[in-house]
């Protein structure tokens, strides 16, 4: 299968999974859908992502505890760099490891607790965004850099943020009791 269809996949699955075990985050987020689509909000575009917080909350979060890809690309340097005290020689391959960025505890509270709030409460999730390269790559967004940073990030980070939103939705609408689910969808089964 095409690697961004499965990493795409392989996050719906994490994310629902995760929702299946924090019974309370997916009422929230049951309510959430609930209310916006009464006050008339059905559009499920990129620039909507805005109009759902706790729903990206929820896909970010997903996201820094279950990273589908644990390292970027390899890349390397076109001239001698320093990171800290490290001198790093032109010509070194670099790789990022992602999911321990995510989880390290110098940057994130309990990082091996699912706490989606972190990301809305304008706390230590703040700023954190999708890059798809260019000027949304601040230096804020390094601190979880799940689809990578700067000119060669993932340029299909947004189609995936969207496509993640439009399931998940679909999926809390439409299924009830995911405690039933359970049996299928529990890591432990995977
Ligand atoms: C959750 C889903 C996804 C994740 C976590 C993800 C993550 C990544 C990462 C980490 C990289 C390497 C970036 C780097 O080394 O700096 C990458 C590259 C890339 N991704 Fe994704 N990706 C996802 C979905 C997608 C989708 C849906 C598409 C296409 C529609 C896509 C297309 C690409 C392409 C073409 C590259 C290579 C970019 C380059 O080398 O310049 N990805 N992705």
Not at 6 to 29: F, G, P, Y
Not at 135 to 151: C, N, R, V, Y
């Amino acid at each position: 299968m095409n690697a961004s269809v499965k990493t795409t996949t392989k996050t719906l699955k994490w994310i629902m999974a995760r929702l299946v075990l924090h019974q309370d985050i997916q009422q929230k987020l049951r309510k959430d859908i609930a209310s916006r689509r009464a006050s008339g909000d059905h559009t499920m575009t990129c620039g909507g992502r805005r109009r759902r917080p706790f729903m990206e909350a929820i896909v970010l979060e997903a996201l820094r505890l279950h990273p589908p890809a644990h390292y970027l690309l390899a890349h390397t340097t076109d001239k001698d760099a320093t990171l800290d005290n490290y001198v790093i020689p032109k010509g070194s391959i670099m790789n990022f490891g992602v999911a321990s960025i995510g989880q390290d505890a110098t940057l994130w509270t309990d990082p091996d607790v699912f706490r989606p709030e972190r990301f809305v409460e304008r706390e230590e999730g703040s700023g954190v965004r999708c890059t798809t390269g260019g000027s949304d790559s601040g230096p804020e967004t390094k601190k979880m850099m799940l689809f990578g940073a700067g000119q060669r990030a993932c340029p299909g980070a947004w189609i995936a943020m969207m496509v993640l939103h439009s399931f998940v939705e679909d999926l809390v609408r439409r299924l009830i009791g995911f405690r039933l689910l359970v049996g299928w969808m529990h890591p432990s089964t995977w």
